[in-house]
């Protein structure tokens, strides 16, 4: 492919007069892997969400794969998609929150596979045959039946990656992850996060987490305010930030 996968241009979001999100440029290629770092309320959640428009932008564009997000051209004029278009579009990213919203009368495997099944009609014995793989592949294989009450948070955020990917996401959108969990489960999602980057997947990640950001980001983006205020290679901006809002959050986290 020749341009970016997902490309986003002059984003403007606002809450009534409330400016979130005031200009918003970013490139992510094929395979790359972005962190976005910054402190409470300077928008990175408003960010994700209008990537795949649970939140309409006020004004900028978002494209997958040259595509536009959430409106689509009909001769010269530019239409809202319809619901179904935005639906289909939407699942060709995965997103992960902080809470995990498995469904919570449903098994591991049963979560995994309810989407494919329904959404995609995938037959159910093969829906059963890749849930399983990508369960072994986050570490959940032995824990298929077990109902979500029954697991750490730890394993249900592993249950909920595996659960998108299972809908064969093109890019995977991750908005804090782990903040939600004991301090002793954040090691095992972020593992898995890892493996999934090693293994080629796209990923936007808003995260506190600045050794992942370290190991695994092939660009760092530092957010306040609304604005992109400074990014680039992990390395550079950690060790090196060149703005004052950078040094003082960076100074915060540690
Ligand atoms: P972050 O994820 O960086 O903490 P958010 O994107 O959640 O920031 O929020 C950015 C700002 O937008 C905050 O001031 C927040 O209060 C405001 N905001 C977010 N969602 C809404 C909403 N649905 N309605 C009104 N204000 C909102
Ligand atoms: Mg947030």
Redesign the pocket.
Known sequence: MAGPLLKVERLHKA??T?E??RGIDLEIDEGEVMCIV????????????CLNYL?KPKSGAVFLKDEPIGVRWQGDRLYEMTFDQLARQRRRMGMVFQGFHLFPHKTVLENVIEAPIIVNRTPRRKAVEEAMALLEKVGMKDRAHYHPAQLSGGQQQRTAIARSLAMRPELMLF??PTSALDPELVGEVLATMHQLADEGMTMVV?THEMGFAREVADELVF?DE?VIVEQGKPADVLLNPQHERTQTFLARMR
């Open positions: 809450f009534g409330h979130v999100l910054g402190p409470s309320g300077s928008g990175k959640s408003t960010l994700l969400r939140e908005d804090e808003v957010m609304g």
